[in-house]
């Protein structure tokens, strides 16, 4: 193993704890201040409170979306060994993803225009400002959000693929991934369908990310492989030579 990309794993592990931190509070948020239905909702929720506002907005799912992106540099080079074509295609689908999703975000446009409504001292000017977010509302909710989550989800599915045929994660890694990636194919903004899939995937988000952020821990360590070969590098495997002193203890991926 090259000792130079241990810091890399290492913060592939941080950035995957740090999404599974951050996602339990903006639930709590969603659930406490769901999201207003109308543009006049919205401007209200901004002037009484700003950052409930841009959590609704998804303002932590951009911070997410930067953190997983630094998460799937690490599985880039921790898999690429075994299919460096489909990673290389996976690491640059997510990029796409990531920017394409931070573009289509409008929170502090929408933030922007509820300061200007406020200000404003026609009824004209109010309506202009009404019609700017109920457009900005619409792309924060249009073909780039769509665009970038199914594209997140091809990811999900090609990087478990990965994981199947490699020693490096284990199988319930990779068909924990799976599970995950078939609930995110229908995005979140295609009515009822979109929102119970979003919801039940948040279970095997969870768990993939989790595992994933303990296999890079341990690729941070030396820890090679899975499953009873797994062993540090440098360290004899098989009969031949003094038993090691200590082994950490390994898991599934």
């Given at each position: 193993?090259?000792?130079?990309?241990?810091?890399?794993?290492?913060?592939?592990?941080?950035?995957?704890?740090?999404?599974?931190?951050?996602?339990?509070?903006?639930?709590?948020?969603?659930?406490?201040?769901?999201?207003?239905?109308?543009?006049?909702?919205?401007?209200?929720?901004f002037r009484a409170h700003s950052f409930i506002a841009l959590v609704?907005?998804?303002?932590?799912?951009?911070?997410?979306?930067?953190?997983?992106?630094?998460?799937?540099?690490?599985?880039?080079?921790?898999?690429?060994?075994?299919?460096?074509?489909?990673?290389?295609?996976?690491?640059?689908?997510?990029?796409?993803?990531?920017?394409?999703?931070?573009?289509?975000?409008?929170?502090?446009?929408?933030?922007?225009?509820?300061?200007?409504?406020?200000?404003?001292?026609?009824?004209?000017?109010?309506?202009?400002?009404?019609?700017?977010?109920?457009?900005?509302?619409?792309t924060w909710q249009g073909s780039a959000f769509n665009v970038s989550?199914?594209?997140g989800a091809i990811v999900i599915l090609i990087t478990a693929t990965?994981?199947?045929?490699?020693?490096?994660?284990?199988?319930?890694?990779?068909?924990?991934?799976?599970?995950?990636?078939?609930?995110?194919?229908?995005?979140?903004?295609?009515?009822?369908?979109?929102?119970?899939?979003?919801?039940?995937?948040?279970?095997?988000?969870?768990?993939?990310?989790?595992?994933?952020?303990?296999?890079?821990?341990?690729?941070?360590?030396?820890?090679?492989?899975?499953?009873?070969?797994?062993?540090?590098?440098?360290?004899?495997?098989?009969?031949?030579?003094?038993?090691?002193?200590?082994?950490?203890?390994?898991?599934?991926?």
């Amino acid at each position: 193993m090259n000792t130079s990309w241990r810091p890399l794993y290492r913060a592939g592990a941080v950035a995957a704890i740090a999404v599974l931190a951050l996602v339990p509070f903006q639930i709590a948020i969603y659930v406490l201040w769901p999201p207003p239905d109308t543009v006049e909702g919205w401007f209200a929720l901004f002037r009484a409170h700003s950052f409930i506002a841009l959590v609704d907005m998804d303002l932590l799912l951009m911070v997410d979306n930067v953190l997983l992106g630094l998460m799937f540099l690490a599985l880039y080079v921790a898999l690429r060994e075994v299919s460096p074509t489909w990673m290389t295609v996976a690491v640059s689908a997510e990029l796409v993803a990531i920017t394409t999703y931070l573009g289509s975000n409008t929170a502090f446009e929408l933030l922007a225009l509820s300061k200007q409504y406020a200000a404003a001292a026609t009824e004209q000017e109010r309506l202009m400002a009404l019609a700017a977010g109920q457009a900005m509302i619409a792309t924060w909710q249009g073909s780039a959000f769509n665009v970038s989550y199914v594209l997140g989800a091809i990811v999900i599915l090609i990087t478990a693929t990965v994981m199947l045929r490699s020693q490096v994660f284990g199988k319930a890694t990779a068909l924990t991934g799976l599970v995950f990636g078939a609930l995110s194919v229908v995005p979140a903004s295609a009515g009822k369908l979109g929102i119970v899939l979003s919801l039940l995937s948040l279970v095997p988000m969870w768990l993939w990310l989790l595992l994933i952020a303990r296999r890079l821990f341990q690729l941070a360590h030396g820890v090679e492989h899975t499953g009873s070969s797994s062993r540090r590098r440098g360290v004899p495997s098989g009969d031949s030579g003094p038993a090691p002193e200590r082994r950490l203890p390994l898991g599934a991926s």
